[in-house]
């Protein structure tokens, strides 16, 4: 992070803000594929237990129960391959947004300890000054 100044770091900060909010819409979003995929394999399987297929919205069953059963074992393989591939695309958004999160608050530390350091050396500067003046004080006192 190469940017020192505060107007800098305000940009960046609200960047990372922007892309937290971005990654915390992906994993909504996600979510709900994933929740629909899940719900699209509770579906296939409720089918396999009933032995039933549903295709096109009409409803037939396969004279030969082994052809039945193995295009049913393909259609669960398939869509626990989805279910898996949207699990793992929600973890990975999630992980994102962790790390955007990580960085926006890096960020507001940053800018935080740049402002203590700002009044810090506001109050050292206000100090050196008062003691400047109270010597100015007592030489005079003295002349």
């Known amino acids: 992070m190469a940017v020192s100044t505060g107007a800098g770091l305000h940009r960046v900060l609200e960047h990372r803000r922007r892309r937290e909010e971005h990654c915390a819409a992906r994993v909504a979003g996600l979510r709900e594929e994933l929740q629909d ?8 399987e409720q089918q396999a237990a009933e032995g039933a297929e549903e295709r096109a919205g009409r409803v037939w069953r396969l004279v030969d129960g082994q052809q039945f059963a193995a295009r049913l074992r393909e259609e669960i ?67």
Not at 37 to 44: K, N, T, Y
Not at 82 to 107: L, W
């Open 77 to 143: 393989a398939r869509q626990r391959a989805v279910v898996d591939a949207r699990r793992q695309a929600v973890e990975q958004a999630e992980r994102e947004q962790a790390a955007a999160g990580s960085e926006r608050m890096a960020i507001e530390r940053l800018i935080e300890e740049q402002r203590r350091d700002e009044r810090l050396r506001m109050d050292a500067r206000v100090q050196t000054e008062l003691d400047d003046s109270g010597r100015l004080r007592l030489l005079r006192e003295s002349e």
């Open 37 to 44: 995929a899940l719900a699209a394999l509770e579906g296939i």
